[in-house]
């Protein structure tokens, strides 16, 4: 089945920690991107990539990096820098212009 | 800028009622525009997109959208509740002639259905 896979499903870390959430596609789509989700906030696009080796900051990129080496992978690391890291974790994936589909998500909790 | 307005944060409606979710946008170009539903602790999955064609769109499970470009809104309903619709629901705008691929969501509104 073509789709789009989040692990780990839970992630607990302690504060000061680096932490990398993985985002894997098998759609053959060229864009991939990652939201954070709060209660009542929606989602806030971190960063996304159209092409693979390159890639552009979102509206809340601050404490976040990312890689895109491989099309079908889109890694997402959490670092220190970020103050307030908890949060859910949302992977997304497009053809060009099309609509996004959506990962399962990583709910991640620092403490 | 693109934005998306979702008007009420809650929404509770009885079993068999209608079901109105509101969503305005503002965009400087002739939008795309999505509904996505979000069950408790999963990703989003999409209802319906309009993407210039009809402005009357139809998607998943009943639900139906109509785009009025005059009053800017995408509002989603469905002639019918039914438990399982009880989720968080997401209207989003992007702009395609603008060379835009970002989706910008709004807020969401929370749908209970009361038996």
């Known amino acids: 089945d073509g789709g789009i896979t989040q692990s780990p499903k839970y992630l607990f870390r302690k504060e000061g920690q680096n932490v990398t959430l993985s985002c894997e596609q098998n759609?053959?789509?060229?864009?991939m991107y990652w939201y954070r989700q709060d209660p009542g906030q929606g989602l806030r696009l971190i960063y996304y990539?159209?092409?693979?080796?390159?890639?552009q900051k979102g509206d809340i990129a601050e404490g976040y990096s990312v890689s895109r080496e491989k099309k079908e992978s889109f890694p997402l690391t959490v670092t220190s820098a970020q103050k307030n890291p908890t949060a859910f974790y949302l992977c997304?994936?497009?053809?060009?212009?099309?609509?996004?589909?959506f990962g399962p998500g990583t709910r991640l909790t620092v403490t | 800028a693109q934005s998306v307005t979702q008007l009420g944060s809650h929404v509770s409606v009885s079993e068999g009622a209608l079901v109105l979710l509101r969503c305005n946008y503002s965009?400087?170009?002739?939008?795309?525009l999505f509904w996505y539903v979000q069950y408790p602790n999963q990703g989003l999955q999409l209802l319906l997109k309009?993407?210039?064609?009809?402005?009357l769109v139809k998607g998943i499970n009943g639900f139906e959208a109509e785009f009025k470009k005059s009053e800017t809104s995408f509002h989603l309903t469905k002639p019918s509740a039914h438990m399982s619709d009880a989720a968080e629901y997401f209207c989003?705008?992007?702009?395609?002639?603008?060379?835009?691929?970002?989706?910008?969501f709004g807020k969401g509104t929370k749908l209970t259905v009361n038996p």
């Open positions: 309009y993407t210039s064609a009809a402005t």
């Open positions: 989003a705008v992007s702009g395609p002639q603008g060379g835009s691929e970002k989706l910008v």
């Open positions: 965009s400087s170009v002739p939008p795309y």
């Open positions: 759609l053959n789509h060229d864009a």
């Open positions: 990539s159209q092409i693979v080796n390159d890639f």
């Open positions: 997304a994936s497009s053809i060009r212009l099309g609509e996004q589909y």
